[in-house]
């Protein structure tokens, strides 16, 4: 069975402290890794796809990267606008275009 | 601008109704997904489609039932047998024939069911 576990399940920053959070999966065979944005209340917003072990994409103050078994989604500098709960998900290559894991987020706070 | 949008954005309703939430996109996207999120829990997938008049259960369909008469429209009904229906509703869209899958997602539809 595939499994997405985040960590940390809250984080809170300083405004300006850089810091990472965390996406391990378990999934036989990845075909992609999602990255997404939710604020409180609304529907999530898609911020990246990754493919393969060692891809990187950027996206104003986000990066994010992958491993065989990891995914990390770097803050730099961030400001109280990051403040939202980031959700990771992963498709595996088998089992249909619908079959997508979600893993529960990581609530982050940035504070002024 | 091309999007996803849900109706109502709150809904409150008694015990033993039917309730339908409305789902509309016009991103050209074939395949559609119904999710429920409770707090502490991923998305959890209700329904999906790929095609008009073609559906399939996901992971937790019971007290569930949908439609897909127009390429656009996947509207969600909830039944008084699903056993705790209050939650929050997503629906999202997407490309079937693609090597990209990303999901879009709307703005969500909260339930409450008393």
């Known amino acids: 069975e595939d499994q997405v576990t985040q960590s940390p399940e809250a984080l809170r920053l300083q405004e300006g402290e850089s810091s990472s959070l965390n996406c391990s999966y378990t999934?036989?065979?990845?075909?992609?890794l999602f990255w997404y944005r939710q604020d409180p209340g609304k529907g999530p917003e898609f911020l990246f796809t990754?493919?393969?072990a060692g891809e990187e994409k950027e996206k104003e103050r986000l990066k994010a990267t992958l491993t065989k078994k990891e995914s990390f989604l770097h803050i730099t500098a961030p400001k109280p606008e990051d403040s939202a709960t980031y959700l990771c998900?992963?498709?595996?290559?088998?089992?249909?275009?619908?079959?997508?894991?979600f893993g529960i987020g990581t609530k982050l706070q940035v504070i002024p | 601008d091309g999007g996803i949008t849900q109706s109502p954005k709150y809904l409150f309703r008694k015990e033993g109704q039917n309730v339908t939430l409305s789902c509309e996109q016009n991103?050209?996207?074939?395949?559609m997904y119904w999710y429920r999120q409770d707090p502490g829990q991923g998305l959890r997938l209700i329904y999906y489609?790929?095609?008009?008049?073609?559906?399939q259960k996901g992971d937790i369909a019971e007290g569930y039932s949908v439609s897909r008469e127009k390429k656009e429209s996947f509207p969600l009904t909830v039944t008084s047998a699903q056993k705790n229906p209050t939650a929050f509703y997503l629906c999202?869209?997407?490309?079937?024939?693609?090597?990209?899958?990303?999901?879009?997602f709307g703005p969500g539809t909260r339930l409450t069911v008393t």
């Open positions: 999202a869209s997407s490309y079937r024939d693609r090597f990209s899958y990303e999901q879009y």
């Open positions: 999934v036989s065979g990845l075909r992609g």
């Open positions: 990754l493919y393969s």
């Open positions: 998900a992963v498709r595996p290559n088998s089992g249909g275009y619908q079959k997508v894991t």
């Open positions: 991103l050209n996207h074939d395949a």
């Open positions: 489609s790929q095609i008009v008049n073609d559906f």
